[in-house]
Structure formats: C-alpha cells, structure tokens
C-alpha cells in the first residue's frame, strides 16, 4: 500500500497551496505535528477518491482497514503511522475519519446533486468531520462548537467546489445544485467553457451567498476560543471570505480566473476575524 499513495511530503507541499492555514506556526509543535497528521489523511483519502488509478472502491476500503490497524498501533502506510499516536493519545473517535471515507465511496456512485440540501449532506460527510476533528485536537469539543464548526467546514468545502468547477466538470461530477442551475439557465456544458457565460455567474454569485452565509458562524465559534485556537479558526474563516471576495473581485468567472486569494490578503482577513470574534469574546 505505501507505494500506491503520495508521501507525507506531498502532503505538506499541498498543505501550503489551501486557502486557509492548515496548521498555523502560532500554534504549539504538538498540536500543529496533530493537525498535519490529519490533514495528511484527509488528503490521502481525497486524493484516492479523485485520482488513483483502479478500483477506487477497494482502496478506499484499504484505507478504512489502515484506520482499524492504526487505532491499535499496527499500521503499515507511512500516513497511519503518523495518524496513530494522535488517534491513541487524544483518544479520538474513528467516526470522523471514516465519514470522510465514505465521502469519497460517495463520489464514486455520485456525481450530481438535485438540491441544496443534497449538496449540504454530501458536505456533512467530506468536509465537516474536519471540523470535529479540529476541535478534538484542541480538546475543545461541545456540541455548540460543532455546530457552529459544520457550517464553517460546509462553507469552506462550497468555497473549494467553486474554485474548482471546471476542474470537477472535466472529471464528469457538478457540485452546484441541479435546481438551481435549471434556475438560471445554466446547462453541463456551460461549465466546460473558456470563460464563464452571464448563467454561469448568476449560478456562481448564488452559492457564494450562501457559503458567505455560512462562514458567518467562524466569528461565534471563534468568540468560544482560547487564543490560539482562535486564532486557528479565524484563519479558516478568514481563508474562505478570502477566497469568496477573489472570486467575487473576478465578476463570479470561475472558469475564466483562478479565484485564489493572495497570502497577504489572507493575513489582512485573518487579522480581522480574529479581532472581531476577540471583541465578541470580550462582550460576552
């Protein structure tokens, strides 16, 4: 199995290209060590799940097997081995680790949602046990903060669709609502042209609504924080706003424009978030 996937550097080198930081070098070397080595598996599992060559389906079911072998200490991929001591010595629950994995078993029958909502429970599987995860690490979990934490991660999730749906399209899978796109008058095959049609960015400008929405809970949830968590969630938060105005900056052409925000606007929007969900803290 560890020749079939990337090595952990791969991971690190793609870590540096999210929109948001995956582990801030504010945060203590333990914990961002923890957060690497669950965005290693969470990129592994992606990464199977869009790219690997052959039956997808039974490598994502070696994936799941590895997680069994790394709770008990046993695992035999270099991304497990890493993941093992976090997973023993924060007592984490595999539950998250394995809807992430069926996130991508899903994408494999799946390749169009009808609605929203539809949308939303993909997201529930592919993006917000990120979030949990997230929260575990910092021993910080409450049911209030992963409520808060699922719309954050759904909105960053819609964030990465929509930076990505020509990428998506030519991989035969549309994760923009099918009633909305009728709604505007957007058809498949607008998706696959050089520059973004007036439908296309009528489509585009309504799911950043709504993911601008959703990204409106990371200031909440932040406001519960201690500082350097705090400041992880501002940067999350501050990434998906970031990337939201970029594409908003490009007038919703996301075939056309790579829609990525710079690193110091992303510090710009990191320091604004944090400010405000610090002020929320304090009046509370």
Do not use: W
Not at 9 to 30: C, G, I, M, Q
Not at 65 to 72: F, Y
Not at 203 to 222: C, K, Y
């Amino acid at each position: 199995m560890s020749g079939t996937f990337a090595a952990n550097d791969d991971f690190a080198e793609k870590a540096r290209h999210e929109n948001f930081p995956v582990a801030s070098r504010f945060l203590p070397r333990d914990v961002r060590s923890n957060l690497m080595a669950i965005y290693g598996f969470a990129r592994l599992t992606d990464d199977v799940g869009d790219e690997a060559e052959g039956d997808r389906l039974k490598l994502l079911d070696e994936l799941d097997a590895q997680l069994d072998l790394a709770a008990s200490g046993a695992a035999t991929d270099p991304t497990f081995q890493r993941l093992s001591p976090v997973i023993r010595d924060l007592d984490l629950s595999l539950d998250p680790f394995r809807r992430l994995i069926e996130a991508n078993r899903m994408d494999q029958r799946v390749s169009r949602y009808r609605t929203f909502d539809d949308l939303v429970e993909y997201c529930m599987l592919s993006a917000a046990p990120v979030g949990e995860l997230v929260l575990a690490v910092f021993g910080l979990t409450s049911a209030e903060r992963i409520k808060l934490s699922d719309k954050v991660c759904i909105a960053l999730q819609l964030v990465e669709h929509l930076q990505d749906v020509q990428e998506d399209a030519q991989r035969g899978r549309i994760y923009l609502p099918l009633e909305d796109m009728d709604r505007v008058g957007c058809v498949e095959s607008d998706l696959l042209k050089p520059r973004a049609t007036p439908a296309v960015r009528k489509l585009i400008a309504l799911e950043v609504a709504r993911a601008r929405e959703l990204l409106t809970a990371g200031v909440p949830l932040a406001s519960t924080l201690p500082l350097r968590p705090r400041v992880a969630v501002a940067g999350f938060t501050a990434g998906g706003v970031a990337a939201l105005d970029s594409i908003k900056r490009a007038k919703n052409d996301v075939l056309g424009v790579r829609c990525r925000p710079s690193k110091p606007g992303l510090t710009q929007y990191m320091l604004r978030f944090f400010v405000a969900a610090s002020l929320k803290r304090v009046r509370a």
